[in-house]
């Protein structure tokens, strides 16, 4: 089967790391890639719908993979899908989900789906006057895709009122936004195979969004996660696939609308019982980078199965292990940072057994150095959360780049829970 991979993230690296192991997967392309996918695919340049469609037709693409949130926001599945070619991934119209954060709460709230009371509004001044009679804390979230960072948590009512003046960055996403009550719990995501009828969640992982250790400041695209999460007992997984992942794609369907790909549900546990926070359209980033190691089925099989609405009966099993995924980040991310920086260590630290998932690099006169916010996602593997947090940080600490920023404390709340 030849496969071609869309992305370029630590997301992508695994996602690629873990087809490459499968028996299906003759040959592997990635568009764009970065030097971490170069070892498993070979990297193409080419963007935008019309060129990728072209390429999978050219080069006899079995199965698109389709990483990153935007191209599948864009309609890039359905473009595929009217030229006959596979992909893992829903349509523009099932992606709403997260392209929209108002769609997804609106369906919620019609389907009985349980997430946070809110708002919408198109209005800031109609926003800001319903912030001051609710009061704080509380959310406020852009509608449209904001890489992960349009939501904030307003501890107070001055910093609420300015959260609403900060949507303006995100452009057009912030042109609506939605206002919802402060969920106080522990949050987790459940991962899901899914092709529009069967929904079969992974493990459940953690992820930490803000920047700083002890959930202090700004939140990211993601600093760190590990999987198994304990908070996720097994009765609040059935919780969750009975009142939430389940019925969404029901939901959905009622509406005339087939998910297939991978569902992301963010959830907050309050006492035992989950909500949600959001729904993503694709896997997590950098949930991807703990769980799939984990993942001891074959991914392109199950991929496959969901692309083409055969994963009934399908048994997919994980390691007895834990995963834990520090984010290494350049310094001044998530705001302005500097690239083009060598990176040492990194052979020493696969040497020492680390999974390293390139995020943010590139290749430059042979050498790895630093091109993006988030630059490394490195996992451990042990049989324990304190071990594999203590490997993990070994794994850290062998590599090195100038301003290199990254939390100390990913996977601690675990030690709480278990």
């Not at 009765?235 to 009142?243: G, T």
């Not at 009622?254 to 569902?263: D, S």
């Not at 040497?351 to 630093?370: C, K, N, P, Q, S």
Request: charged share 25%.
């Amino acid at each position: 089967m030849k496969i071609l991979l869309i992305g370029s993230g630590g997301r992508e690296h695994a996602l690629a790391w873990k087809m490459a192991q499968s028996p299906l997967a003759e040959k592997i392309y990635a568009a764009p890639g970065n030097p971490g996918i170069a070892e498993f695919a070979e990297c193409v340049k080419i963007s935008g719908n019309a060129a990728i469609v072209d390429f999978a037709k050219t080069h006899g693409v079995d199965l698109v993979v389709v990483g990153p949130e935007a191209p599948l926001v864009a309609g890039l599945v359905d473009d595929l899908d009217a030229a006959g070619i596979k992909a893992f991934g829903p349509k523009k119209a099932a992606a709403q989900l997260e392209g929209s954060k108002i769609f997804a709460k609106n369906l919620m709230k019609k389907y009985s789906i349980p997430t946070a009371k809110f708002e919408t509004f198109d209005n800031l001044d109609a926003a800001k006057n319903y912030i001051r009679e609710a009061g704080a804390p509380i959310v406020i979230k852009a509608d449209g895709l904001a890489a992960g960072k349009g939501v904030i948590v307003a501890e107070t009512l001055d910093a609420a009122l300015s959260a609403v003046d900060e949507m303006k960055n995100f452009g057009a996403a912030g042109d609506r936004i939605v206002v919802e009550e402060f969920m106080d719990g522990e949050e987790a995501s459940i991962l899901a195979f899914t092709d529009g009828e069967t929904i079969i969640p992974m493990i459940a992982a953690q992820d930490h969004k803000r920047l700083n250790d002890g959930d202090e400041g700004v939140n990211t695209g993601g600093m760190g996660a590990y999987a198994p999460a304990p908070v996720v007992t097994a009765e609040v997984a059935e919780r969750a696939a009975e009142k939430i992942l389940k019925p969404i794609i029901a939901a959905l369907k009622a509406e005339g609308i087939i998910y297939r790909g991978c569902l992301y549900a963010g959830l907050m546990i309050v006492n035992g019982e989950p909500k949600v926070v959001e729904f993503n359209a694709r896997f997590g980033d950098p949930e991807t980078q703990a769980v799939l190691p984990l993942l001891d089925s074959d991914l392109v099989e199950i991929m496959d199965a969901c692309a083409t609405g055969t994963l009934a009966g399908k048994k997919i099993s994980w390691r007895d292990e834990v995963a834990v995924c520090v984010v290494m980040a350049s310094g001044g991310y998530p705001k302005a940072y500097r690239k083009n920086l060598p990176i040492d260590g990194l052979d020493a630290a696969k040497d020492m057994g680390a999974l390293i998932f390139h995020a943010g690099t590139a290749e430059v006169g042979g050498r790895i150095v630093t091109s993006g916010g988030r630059v490394l996602g490195v996992t451990a593997l042990d049989k324990n959360i304190r071990a594999a947090i203590d490997r993990a940080y070994s794994f850290v600490d062998a590599i090195h780049f100038d301003g290199a920023h990254f939390r100390r404390d990913i996977a601690a709340r675990a030690l709480k829970n278990v």
